[in-house]
């Protein structure tokens, strides 16, 4: 069964820093991967994902992520974050062939002003 | 274009209760997955409906069923609820075999189960 790890828990950010959020998966065969957000009062919506083809992907406002195969990894990354990013983003695998969804526990960011 | 809808968004019930939960999927979807999360964890996948058929299933007791009608909506049903359902239930919505198949998900459903 394929697991997905999510290296913080919570992290704290000023305005303009850059973000840089872990996300390592479990699972012996291809996959599909996805970064998901969950702004406060609203629900999960789809930041970016990865099937084939570049390994660094663009999504909405401003955020990337880069797959290293060789790592089973899945980092978000943003280099200059917003008050507006305050959410918690989950990190989620898909086996190639299945459309259920492996979440992480989530990363709470919290961006100051 | 409406996206996944879910009622109701709250509810309150008691140990060894009945519930019934409902999702619509976005338009143009066929697939309805239904996910548990509870408070500080990521969502759980609890099983899947397609062609009206549970299609994957996590890993969930019986007590957890569901149903996914000709309109592809879908309803959770959960029984003999124990103090741990309480949780926010996520419906998801996709199209089955698509390109890239994405799930998008609904505002979810609350339960809190005294």
Sequence with gaps: ?113 | DAGVTQSPTHLIKTRGQQVTLRCSPKSGHDTVSWYQQALGQGPQFIFQYYEEEERQRGNFPDRFSGHQFPNYSSELNVNALLLGDSALYLCASSLAFGPQETQYFGPGTRLLVL
Aim: with cysteine.
């Design chain 1, 1 to 113: 069964a394929q697991s997905v790890s999510q290296h913080n828990h919570h992290v704290i950010l000023s305005e303009a820093a850059s973000l840089e959020l872990g996300c390592n998966y479990s699972y012996g065969g291809t996959v599909n991967l996805f970064w998901y957000v969950q702004y406060p009062g609203q629900h999960l919506q789809l930041l970016l994902k990865y099937f084939s083809g570049d390994p660094l992907v663009k999504g909405i406002k401003g955020f990337e992520a880069e797959f290293i195969k060789s790592k089973f990894s899945f980092n978000l990354r943003k280099p200059s974050v917003q008050w507006s990013d305050t959410a918690e983003y989950f990190c989620a695998v898909q086996p190639s062939g299945y459309s259920t969804l492996t979440f992480g526990k989530g990363t709470m960011l919290l961006v100051s002003p």
